[in-house]
């Protein structure tokens, strides 16, 4: 089976996701989850074991990537009356997102959960990597900056950066959007157009013709046409 992931690349599309989120048993859990992955990038793997002592110890914290083991800077300034406002019941050593059969969600729940918001979308193109995906394509839309977002995701290319986060496929569409060979002289704009088109394809179809016949005549001298 082939998986195409994609990023939420419009304000509408997150929003979209967000109202379904609202409508789960947990939907302040799920939606705060969410919120965490398109605005940190990291891996769902990392996001269901985060704990409060995780993020509350500075506006950037740090964790130590479950894939990598490398360490992470997390740039949470702007979640932070988000954050303070989730987590204020919570104790130090709590998940941010606990599983009901206990301890954290599972990576895999996640994408279930998921698949049931793809479901009402009419998409299939959601995946736990949709979240980091979304914050790398906004990231690089607002910025540009490709370097930077290639050492966030530690991608050894631009070029793995720019595909994993949709950006080729936007770049070749928008490339190609008015790009059309040959329509001028199917489609002229113009009456005036239309007639200098006519008399010119007509010569072209004698020319054509004539070389036609010459060949015919070269390789079979007793046949004259």
């Not at 398109?38 to 704990?51: A, F, T």
Request: net charge positive; proline share 3%.
């Amino acid at each position: 089976m082939t998986y195409n992931v994609q990023p939420l690349r419009t304000q509408q599309e997150i929003n979209d996701f967000l109202f379904c989120l609202r409508r789960n048993k947990n939907a302040n859990r799920d939606v705060f989850l969410f919120l965490i992955g398109i605005n940190s990038g990291l891996r769902m793997s990392d996001i269901v074991k985060l704990q409060k002592k995780d993020i509350i110890s500075s506006k950037n914290p740090r964790i130590v990537e479950k894939k990598t083991g490398k360490t992470r800077i997390l740039y949470l300034s702007s979640l932070q009356d988000l954050i303070q406002d989730y987590t204020k019941d919570l104790e130090p050593e709590d998940y941010l997102f606990p599983s009901t059969k206990g301890g954290h969600l599972e990576v895999n729940t996640v994408y279930q959960m998921f698949q049931k918001v793809a479901k009402l979308l009419g998409r299939d193109d959601i995946g736990t990597h949709t979240l980091r995906k979304t914050f790398g394509y906004h990231y690089y839309k607002k910025t540009k900056d490709v370097a930077t977002l290639m050492e966030i995701f530690g991608h050894s290319s631009e070029k793995i950066t720019k595909r994993y986060i949709g950006i080729n496929e936007d770049e070749i569409s928008e490339t190609l959007l008015n790009f059309r060979l040959g329509f001028w002289l199917y489609y002229p704009k113009t009456w005036s157009d239309s007639r200098t088109i006519a008399p010119r394809w007509a010569f072209i179809i004698f020319i054509a013709n004539k070389i036609s016949a010459a060949d015919i005549e070269r390789t079979n001298p007793d046949k004259r046409i």
